[in-house]
């Protein structure tokens, strides 16, 4: 998906923007999704969470994209998630930023994330974890150059086990 771009000066809610209502999910995955997606210059704005996902999800990139004012999370992972890419992505409000539930019903084998990158992101404003893992992290995620901001609780927070975890020149600061 090609957005119109973002006005970034008016707060990244101009150009194209997609937004969801009081306990609606904006952009809902809920099948496996293989070939990939892409997202560019695009906002999603309110709504319960912006992007929601409970299947098994590759592919997934999003370059120059605005996540903000969502009642739970910016992005919620409920499956597992595999080569996800975000590229100067800002993650505002919510609850969450990014989070990846523990959800009992789901096996570990197919609740994780796993050779996925943030790349020059923002994260801030959320009332919990800029960023919450609470289920396995089996291969590798890397996170360069973001920015964690302003959460209530942690800036980054995983309960779930990780093999490889990777900061480059991040930077976290709390008001």
Not at 38 to 57: K, L
Not at 132 to 143: D, H
Request: proline share 1%; glycine share 14%; aromatic share 10%.
């Amino acid at each position: 998906m090609q957005g119109s771009g973002v006005d970034w000066t008016a707060g990244g809610t101009k150009g194209t923007n997609l937004i969801g209502g009081p306990g609606i999910d904006v952009l809902k995955f809920t099948l496996t999704l293989s070939g990939g997606y892409v997202m560019q210059d695009v906002s999603i704005t309110g709504g319960r969470n912006g992007i929601y996902s409970n299947d098994w999800i590759t592919d997934l990139h999003l370059t120059d994209c605005y996540i903000t004012g969502q009642d739970s999370s910016n992005v919620l992972v409920e499956g597992s998630a595999e080569e996800w890419y975000f590229n100067r992505v800002s993650f505002t409000g919510g609850k969450y930023g990014f989070r990846v539930k523990n959800v009992a019903s789901i096996s570990t084998s197919d609740n994780y994330i796993d050779k996925s990158t943030f790349r020059d992101c923002k994260f801030g404003g959320q009332t919990g974890n800029n960023v919450r893992i609470e289920k396995n992290l089996s291969g590798s995620l890397m996170f360069d150059a973001c920015i964690f901001n302003t959460a209530k609780q942690h800036g980054v927070y995983v309960d779930g086990g990780t093999s490889m975890m990777t900061f480059i020149n991040a930077n976290s600061e709390q008001a």
